[in-house]
Each structure stands twice: as structure tokens, then as C-alpha cells.
């Protein structure tokens, strides 16, 4: 058993640059999991920036200063946010608060359409089934109930907090960009020298990881807006949550789609109810899938992330029970990140892979 693992020590771990990596790997991994919560604002501050660094850069590829093109870049991401702070969130709030108010009233008529399901499916569904699915619907609308107003009272601590967010993540955003060169600097000094490993592969993560997160903010912000003029022009109630809703289900390939199907048909069918209207709607919906799959996917991201669908469920499973939300939009590239540390792990191979003559 001993020799077994000394074994596989020396064919992984024999490169000193190996050691240096999985260090620096269980020291991200510990830092996140013990103080993601307290360092949320600074790991928000450096995705933001990292994102906005490839703008500056193509400004500075036209021959434009790096102060000039810092400062355009984060005045056009203050106007964005400004936008969303105080143009979107009213209107997610606002429509948030209706669909709730008039959530008893969409209970009633599902539960008028459950109602006929044992006449027409006596063998399937039983009255009593209808019954305790209505129950159990009810007992967890005021569950929702008591944890929104439970939140309410906690919201004057929330806005604190997110007002020190809004004013300290910016901040941190600017002199991201601003002093780039300093920080890495500063921080490269605590590496080795010798650190080839480490830097093929920053730079292997940097092309997937920075062309897909770029491509998935675009990707929720065409298809949100899409989605929002064609439910508006339809006439579809709740059309603002709703792109909110199909805009942020581009994350997760697959999975996202299909789950936003339901509250889409659900919606459509109480207002609608079966007839041309709720086709229409439908059909849109689909279309806008699959525009959004084989045709603006292709276009945003240049560089394919080529992991098979298990992976990216697995991934998406292990990651987002790790870190929620955050660890779901970063499933993907967290994935390629590990495919890119086992393709670029340095091992000494077994006797058996040498060439014949090698030995």
C-alpha cells in the first residue's frame, strides 16, 4: 500500500511546480471556503474587473492611453449599473409584488383545472391526490409569506449592506484596473521564479474562462431584452420577470431552458388559457431558444468549451452546492479550469508509456 502511494507521489508530485500548484490550489479553495461570505465584495470587485480588463485592453490596442480607457470603460459600467440598480430592480421588484399578490387567484384556477383530472383520468389521478397537492401548494405559499415578511423586517441591515457593496465594490473595480500592473506585481513577488506551470496554465484558463463569462453576460443581456420585447408586444403579464427569469437561464446549458419552460407555460396558460394566443407565446419562446442556441452562441463565443454534457451537469451539481449562484455562473469555466489542470499536470510516466529505446 505504501509503495502504491509513494508510487503515485512521485509520478504526480516529483515536479516541484506541481507541489507550488496544488499549494496554491487548496489555499484559493480554503480562503473561499472559509471567508467567501466576508470577502464577497473584493471576489465581486475581481470578476467585474477581470472582465472589463479585456475592454481596456482593446481600447489600449487602438492606441489609447490606459488612464483614458479605464476611465471610459468604468464610467460606461457606472451608467450600466446605475441602470440596473434603478431602472430593473424597481420593475423585477414591483412585478414580484404583484405575482404574489396574485398568486391565491393563479392557485384557484390550477386548482379548478386539477379538479378535472380524475373525470377525465380516474385511473391516474385520484380526488384525494388533487387534494394534497393543493395542500401542500398552499402550506408552502405561506411559508414564502412568512420568509418575505421575516426579510422585510431584516431590510434596513440588507440596504445597509448593499449600499457598502455598491459604494466599495466600484472603488475596487477602479483601482483594479488602475493599478493592474502594481497588484500582479505585488502579488507575483510572492511566487517562485521558476513558475512555467503555473503560467500555462493562467494563460490556458485565461482565453476559456475570459471568452465565456464575457460571452454569458452578453448572452443574458440579448436574450433578456429579446425576451422582453416579444412577451411585452404579446401582451404576456409578468413579461419583465419573466425575461429576468429566461435571461438568467442561459447560465445553465440544457438544464436552465428547460426548468424556465414551466413558469413561462404557466403563466401564458392562466392569462391565456389553450387557444392561439398561448401558441403564439410558446412558439416565440422556442424561437428565441433556438436563436439563442444555434446562432448567438456560435457567434459570442470563439472559443468552444468543448466538455461533454455530464460534465457540465456535474459540474453545475457540485459547484453551485458549493457557492449557490455564484458557483453555478462559474460552473463551466471552474470545469474547464479543472480539465485544464489535468491536461497540463506534469507526471512522470509509468514504464510502460516510455518509447521503446527510452529506458
Do not use: C
Not at 499549494?23 to 472589463?52: D, E, Q, S, T
Not at 450600466?80 to 414591483?94: A, D, K, N, Q, W
Amino acid at each position: 500500500m505504501i509503495k502504491v502511494f509513494s508510487d503515485w507521489y512521485y509520478r504526480y508530485f516529483s515536479d516541484p511546480q506541481a507541489v507550488l500548484l496544488a499549494v496554491l490550489l487548496v489555499l484559493a479553495f480554503g480562503v473561499l471556503a472559509l471567508m467567501g461570505r466576508n470577502l464577497a465584495p473584493l471576489l465581486a470587485a475581481i470578476v467585474i474587473a477581470y472582465l472589463l480588463e479585456g475592454t481596456v485592453q482593446q481600447l489600449e490596442g487602438y492606441g489609447m492611453p490606459r488612464l483614458a480607457a479605464v476611465t471610459l470603460v468604468f464610467t460606461a459600467f457606472l451608467a450600466l449599473l446605475v441602470f440596473i440598480v434603478v431602472g430593473l430592480m424597481p420593475v423585477v421588484s414591483r412585478q414580484i409584488g404583484e405575482f404574489l399578490r396574485d398568486l391565491p387567484r393563479m392557485i384557484n384556477q390550477a386548482q379548478v383545472l386539477l379538479s378535472r383530472l380524475p373525470e377525465q383520468y380516474p385511473q391516474l389521478v385520484t380526488t384525494d391526490q388533487i387534494t394534497g397537492v393543493v395542500t401542500e401548494v398552499r402550506t408552502g405559499i405561506g411559508d414564502l409569506s412568512r420568509s418575505v415578511l421575516s426579510y422585510s423586517l431584516a431590510s434596513i441591515q440588507a440596504l445597509v449592506t448593499m449600499l457598502v457593496y455598491l459604494i466599495l465594490g466600484p472603488l475596487l473595480v477602479f483601482f483594479f484596473l488602475k493599478d493592474k500592473a502594481l497588484i500582479v506585481a505585488w502579488v507575483t513577488g510572492f511566487l517562485p521564479r521558476s513558475r512555467e506551470l503555473l503560467t500555462r496554465v493562467w494563460h490556458e484558463m485565461d482565453v476559456q474562462m475570459g471568452n465565456y463569462v464575457r460571452g454569458k453576460v452578453y448572452e443574458i443581456f440579448i436574450v433578456g431584452t429579446v425576451t422582453y420585447a416579444v412577451f411585452a408586444a404579446l401582451g404576456l403579464a409578468y413579461a419583465p420577470l419573466l425575461a429576468v427569469l429566461v435571461g438568467l437561464s442561459v447560465i445553465v446549458p440544457y438544464i436552465g431552458a428547460t426548468v424556465v419552460t414551466l413558469p413561462v407555460a404557466f403563466a401564458a396558460y392562466l392569462q391565456m388559457g389553450w387557444g392561439t394566443q398561448f401558441a403564439w407565446v410558446m412558439a416565440a419562446y422556442g424561437v428565441i431558444q433556438a436563436l439563442d442556441g444555434n446562432l448567438l452562441v456560435p457567434l459570442l463565443f470563439s472559443e468552444a468549451v468543448n466538455l461533454h454534457p455530464v460534465a457540465i451537469i456535474v459540474a453545475v451539481l457540485v459547484f453551485g452546492g458549493l457557492w449557490g449562484f455564484w458557483g453555478v455562473f462559474f460552473a463551466i469555466p471552474l470545469a474547464t479550469l479543472v480539465k485544464a489542470l489535468i491536461g497540463a499536470w506534469p507526471r512522470v510516466p509509468n514504464d510502460d508509456e516510455l518509447e521503446p529505446g527510452a529506458a
